[in-house]
């Protein structure tokens, strides 16, 4: 089962720290393609909207949220391509990539 846009319980995540924000060169281009920023993306998921994860990721993902682990999300874009946005567990770091650059 796929999540989307429904939170756990409705709830928000009020500002998950994202530390540097990176972008490997295909989902610049992935971006750039669709027409679309990837900040709509990165708010999303800061703040715990973790897009298009199975039930397990959202939940693991929710879990991360006090266990300090990684937390991975995925989007589709206008045209379909799915994009992630990993924020690693030391959140020092959120790079958006596309599935194969992972």
């Given at each position: 089962?796929?999540?989307s846009?429904?939170?756990t319980g ?23 393609k ?12 800061r ?17 991360a949220l ?17 994009i ?12 958006l990539?596309?599935?194969?650059e992972?």
């Open positions: 089962m796929i999540m846009n429904v939170p409705g709830r928000r995540v009020a500002n998950l720290p994202l530390g540097k924000l990176l972008s490997t060169p295909g989902a610049v281009e992935a971006l750039a669709a027409g679309q920023s990837g900040a709509e993306l990165i708010e999303r998921h703040h715990g909207d973790w897009g298009e994860v199975s039930a397990t990721d959202w939940a693991a993902n929710d879990r006090t266990d300090g682990e990684r937390i991975v999300s995925a989007y589709s874009l206008k045209n379909g391509v799915k992630w946005i990993i924020s690693e567990a030391n959140r020092e770091v959120t790079t990539l596309l599935p194969d992972y």
